[in-house]
């Protein structure tokens, strides 16, 4: 390959809305590894839900843009479930990953990896930026939250190598994210840079747990984050930094590392134009997604090479992995796939297994056969009020029941549930407070069911919150 295709191979770019063809032809002439599809670039029907047939046509042009070599393009992904869902209906919708670690069992996690990522092959996916491995710290943790499936190492580590193990099952390549771990750091890198104060004992003990798990199944691929760890390198985000890349593949790791995307506030600030992408080539990564903008860096990376400020054989070793696992993932991927929307009675069981009791009883209706529903969104409450409807709960009088959404606050009321991360229950004033990481149809089911005494809450607390322990549940 020549210097031009190999600085290509090793770019991962994103698109502005509908500009399929403009992408197309950018990944031809620059000989791009394939593309990244965003909320933008997904067509709706006149109904609002994605259009099943024109995502496939859209992902088969950008493959045959990324065609001529011996192994496929990338044509990538963040479904992880839960907040992070690029592809809404009529594709499953997923719980928040922490519904994993609130279940508490590694073969579900597979068979919900399995299923998500079956749904992905039709539409012409093979690589899903999931799932995310990091260890979270609780409310003090802003960005990654109900992302993470647990704040035990070890939990984190089985349920993450199991779901992507599901993943590849059907199909879809995984990366596990964000290495050196996003889960215990208190500020956003989409905004700015995190800094990390653990020690490398501490990031080894903790945060490295599942990705050396992962590592150690032979996890395809790792993604580093815009995080700043002063024991590995001040001042510097761990996806541009030498020793960051040096600390994981002194966990044995041979597969492809991607940055996380290089159009983040942590990286842009500080490092603008083509100077993110070769440094973090540089550094040791090998695949870079989302450069700003992606001719500025392919031209970056091309010109580091003449100048021999970045050594060719870097350049080679990146762009031969990424070649390596396509080619892999080419021989050896699944043909089949699974209709649009097929998950839905396994994601409903993902939420019956994880729906979790802090405080109130374990056994018996909670509701004498009405309720009213306050918080949450418009459509939060019409759900509810269709799976109360499901359950024989008649909607209007009875016990309140507050829904605290995606970064909500305490909640009055006499139940309060949290469908996302469960911090904001340590200050609900509710006597009942219900953790459901989730506000699917069957997530609200499973909250129904639950009030209505026709099934059990069997969930465990995945991190602690407030006075309430991780492992809090009904027995």
Known sequence: MTTEEKAGQVLLPFFKGREVEAHAAAIERLHLAGSIIMGDNVPLDPQGRMDVPGMAAINQRLAQAAAGRPWPGIIAVDQEGGQVARLGPPLTEWPTPMSYGAAGSAPLAKEAGQGLAAELVPLGFNVDFAPDTDV??????????????????????????????????????????????????????????????????????????????????????????????????????????????????????????????LNMGAVTKQYPGGTAAVMALAAGADLLLMPADVAQAHAAIVQAVASGSLPAERLDEAARRVATMMAWHGRT??????PAGSGGSLSARVSAAAVTMLSGPCTGPLVPGAVRVAGGGPADRARFEAAAGRAGLSVGSGPLVTLIGYGGRGAEGDIAVALDAPWPLQDSAAPVKMALYGRSDGAFDALAAVLAGKAPAPGKLPAAVGSFPAGTGCP
Request: cysteine-free.
């Open 333 to 338: 991927a699944a043909a089949t796939g699974a």
């Open 136 to 261: 979270t710290i609780g409310p003090k943790d802003p960005t990654i939250g109900a992302r993470s499936m647990s704040s035990d190492p070890g939990a984190a580590a089985s349920l993450g190598v199991a779901f992507a193990q599901g993943m590849l099952a059907a199909g879809v390549l995984p990366a596990v994210k964000h290495f050196p771990g996003h889960g215990s750091v208190a500020v956003d890198s989409h905004v700015g840079l995190p800094v990390q104060p653990a020690s490398v004992a501490e990031l080894s003990g903790r945060d490295w747990k599942p990705f050396e798990a992962a590592v150690a199944a032979g996890s395809p691929m790792v993604m580093t984050g815009h995080i700043a760890v002063p024991a590995l390198e001040p001042g510097v985000p761990a996806s541009l930094s030498g020793p960051t890349y040096a600390a994981l593949r002194g966990l044995g790791f041979k597969g492809v590392a991607v940055t996380d995307a």
